[in-house]
């Protein structure tokens, strides 16, 4: 992964790019700006060609990245709202035992710790401990569902791991390990389905190609309201 700088339409962007096994070169855009992923073997010359072409696009989408409020950040009082598989849970602090324990209650997440922790210390401690029940959670109900697409395609998965993943929803390495972001678990299940599908999908091929998108219609048939809600739904998620 290297960070460059290029001209479009007389402005200065910035974008990250990353190499890769794949064929095309494609192009992300996020609230962390434009990401560019492309084959191995394609030249500047190629990338920055293909950066020059979909200038307008790009800008565009840039221009609508920017004018999005940002994702509202965690404080970490009781009376904090945490999304949840599309709905909410309250978090609910408990300054009593030593032990730092998360565990839900109806609506609530409850979060038992040390009453004496403070400062910086409280706060890492109680953010690990609301990602590692994410992740917990993330990992029970998102495994099955990449499992069960797996099968219908015929294909093995080494491994599923929920994880923290800054860029991405979900990934698939070449080993058939297949990574998932854990905040995922604060959108509806559909969409959380069709990011599994989506991951299940690349055990078949690797890339972007029109032949991949038929393998997740094989699975998911309106694959493309679905990805578009994951868009338009990306800052429910607050930032911890």
């Known amino acids: 992964m290297s960070d460059q700088i290029i001209e479009l339409a007389g402005r200065e962007v910035r974008f990250s790019l990353r190499r890769s096994a794949r064929r095309t070169i494609g192009f992300t855009i996020s609230r962390d700006g434009l990401a ?12 920055r060609r293909a950066l020059e072409t979909k200038s307008g696009w790009i800008l565009a989408k840039l221009d609508a990245w920017a004018t999005r409020p940002a994702a509202p950040e965690l404080v970490l009082e009781s009376g904090a709202i945490l999304p949840w598989l599309g709905g909410e849970l309250t978090l609910n602090l408990r300054g009593e035992g030593v032990r730092t324990i998360v565990r839900r209650e109806d609506d609530s997440l409850v979060l038992k710790h040390d009453p004496d922790l403070a400062g910086e210390l409280r706060t890492r401690t109680l953010t690990r401990a609301l990602q590692r029940f994410y992740k917990r959670e993330g990992a029970a109900l998102m495994t099955p569902k990449v499992e069960a697409y797996a099968r219908q395609l015929g294909k093995p998965v080494r491994k599923v791991i929920v994880r923290d993943q800054k860029r991405r ?7 058939a390990t297949i990574r998932l972001n854990w905040r995922l678990m604060g959108f509806p299940e559909d969409l959380i389905d069709y990011v599994c599908a989506h991951e299940a999908a690349h055990l078949v091929e690797a890339n972007h190609s029109p032949a991949y998108w038929r393998v997740v219609e094989s699975l998911m048939p309106d694959w ?17």
Not at 169 to 175: E, F, I, K, P, Y
Not at 224 to 236: G, H, I, L, T, Y
Request: proline share 6%; glycine share 2%; net charge positive.
């Open 36 to 47: 560019v992923a492309a084959p191995r073997q394609a030249s500047e010359r190629e990338i």
């Open 224 to 240: 493309k309201p679905r990805r578009q809600r994951m868009r338009d739904e990306a800052d429910r998620w607050v930032v911890f």
């Open 169 to 175: 929803w979900g990934s698939c390495a070449s080993d």
